[in-house]
């Protein structure tokens, strides 16, 4: 079998060597193209690979098996939308190197195909139950934390002009919420610090996923170092080790909590994936620890990735005031609509009414287009794959779709790498003269990835960031205190498998009169809830 090699025009004979179908950034011996990685940060580094060398390139690493790094969107659809019942997922969720691996606390069990299907199920449910519950649901009560909770820093800095961190804010109201989300607490921010397991999940929740290096732990180019250095693993699983007790022994407690408060005639529970555990004949088989890690992954994976979101999109928001005076005006011509004699008429939390906030929503999905929280995501070949060019992936080899590149194909948007939440509006003002050759199914990028295994919480992570943004946007206009606009202020860097960003201070200014009396009606009203 002999196809023309469609980067470099020769013909190749599959059987007799495939490797060379793939171009390559340099190579050299031993070190791989570890002397060519320019930066920390390897998304932006395969974004410029991909410009030289295509969609899909070769990527070798040290001494360690090659990797094929899919960057074109065309490409990237195919395998993951159309033949994606062709891969799974890495084989070893926390470190590469076979003796790292933690079997003790996270055995291979929790990572086959019918676990990650059970966690994939019991999230969405949560999901879809916890937002239908309408007003008073965790996202909402999240909201209104976060509200009241800025306010607070707001006023006690000493100058009106004072920049407020706004990130803190955002991560301890969403460990509220992700807390209710696995195991169905409706706690406070004060009930979160003043419980000894909430305190220990803010503390850990960040550590964890720091355990997951990815492209940074030597052991990955370099297998022989961990036999060499065999202090350094020692080290580095006593660490790991640490993290992965404590974090297990919190998840027990909380769902020992959960139980007890759902068996009680007095205390309920919230629809969260610990209640369904409870109430499922489905998954009675399941042993207690598998059903508390279950709950405790729906925590985790709810609590830092939607904060990150929400915390770059004020920044997106910041960056170009003209969008968000746009935002404020679709907000406050909405509200006017709306027949009420409230003091503070916040935003529904409700998904129709949300609908209203079309341009809202397309400044949410250019953000996220532009700055996906998890830009790697790695898969194995289960069998050999045939690309629509000809071309042939081998089983078991391994693949990794960057998302970051992917949102900048220039076949799926134009000038990628601007900021133009138009690109998501019906009436795309100054854009409707492209027409993209590749367009990605119901997000319109490829941030949630695509087909069977597509992000399970997306539909939780958007709603979130509209509830938190609208509301936002309602009670204050807000800059850079350095008074800069434009993208440039947002740096963003790759730490574990997580990208995060890092915006200027800002300067919050009220655009509701009285909000502060406002606020702390509303907080006193939450607190009673509780009683």
């Known amino acids: 079998m002999s196809v023309k090699n469609h980067f470099f ?19 050299i011996p031993i070190l791989g193209s570890l002397p060519f990685i320019i930066g920390k940060d390897i998304s932006q580094q395969c974004w410029e690979w991909r410009k030289k060398y295509g969609p899909i390139f070769a990527l070798k690493l040290g001494t360690s098996s090659e990797s094929l790094m899919v960057c074109g969107a065309a490409l990237a659809r ?140 030597p052991t990955i180019p370099f297998s022989f170092l961990v036999s ?39 205390i309920s529970i919230e629809n969260s994936v610990a209640k369904t555990l409870f109430t499922s004949e489905t998954n009675a088989d399941l042993s207690d620890f598998e059903k508390f890690c279950l ?42 609509t709306l027949d009420s004699e409230k003091d503070l008429l916040l935003p529904s939390t409700d998904p129709e009414e949300l609908r209203n906030f079309p341009i809202i929503k397309a400044i949410v999905d250019e953000t996220i287009r532009l700055f996906p929280v998890f830009p790697i995501l790695d898969r194995i070949a289960d069998d050999d794959i045939a690309l629509s060019d000809g071309r042939q992936i081998n089983k078991g080899q391994r693949i990794f779709f960057l998302y970051h590149s992917i949102n900048r194909d220039t076949d799926m948007f134009k000038d990628p790498e601007e900021f133009n939440p138009n690109r998501f509006l019906k009436n795309k003002s100054n854009y409707d003269d492209f027409v993209p050759k590749v367009t990605w199914e119901k997000y319109g990028h490829s941030s949630f990835s695509g087909g069977r295994r597509a992000c399970p ?25 350095n008074n800069k606009v434009g993208l440039e202020n947002i740096k963003a860097f790759q730490t574990g498998v997580e990208r995060v960003t890092h915006i200027p201070d800002l300067i ?15 907080s006193y009203l939450e607190k009673k809830a509780f009683v």
């Open 457 to 481: 919480g997306s539909q939780f992570a958007l709603h979130k960031a509209m509830c938190y943004i609208s509301r936002l946007l309602y009670c204050y206009e807000f800059k850079f205190k």
């Open 78 to 217: 195919e395998l993951l939308v159309i033949k994606g019942y062709s891969l799974k997922t890495r084989q070893n969720p926390l470190f590469y190197a076979k003796e790292l691996r933690l079997d003790e606390f996270f055995p291979p069990a929790m990572t086959t195909t019918a676990h990650v299907i059970t966690q994939r199920q019991l999230l969405s449910k949560a999901i879809r139950e916890s937002i239908s519950q309408g007003e008073g649901n965790c996202v909402d009560r999240d909201s209104k934390y976060f509200l009241c909770q800025l306010q607070k820093r707001i006023k006690l800095s000493p100058k009106p002009d004072k920049s407020v961190g706004i990130l803190e804010t955002i991560l301890e109201c969403s460990v509220v919420c992700a807390i209710s989300l696995g195991f169905g607490f409706r706690w406070s921010p004060q009930e979160l610090n003043s419980a000894p397991e909430g305190r220990e999940v803010v503390k850990l929740t960040g550590k964890f996923f720091e355990m997951l290096e990815s492209f940074y732990e």
């Open 295 to 336: 709950a405790g992954v729906a925590m985790a994976s709810s609590t830092t990735t939607t904060s990150y979101t929400i915390y770059t999109i004020i920044g997106c928001l910041a960056a170009y005031p003209e969008w968000q005076n746009r935002a404020h005006k679709e907000i406050d011509d909405y509200l006017k």
């Open 228 to 266: 060499l250095l065999s202090w350094r693993t020692k080290r580095l699983r006593r660490e790991a080790a640490d993290v992965s007790k404590r974090i297990l022994s919190v998840y027990s407690l909380l769902y020992e909590r959960a139980r007890q408060s759902f068996e009680s005639e007095n």
């Open 9 to 27: 025009g020769s013909k190749i004979d599959y059987k007799k060597n495939l490797r060379q179908i793939w171009p390559s950034p340099p190579r």
């Open 508 to 522: 919050f200014k009220p655009r509701v009169p009285n909000l502060d009396k406002h606020l702390e009606k509303l």
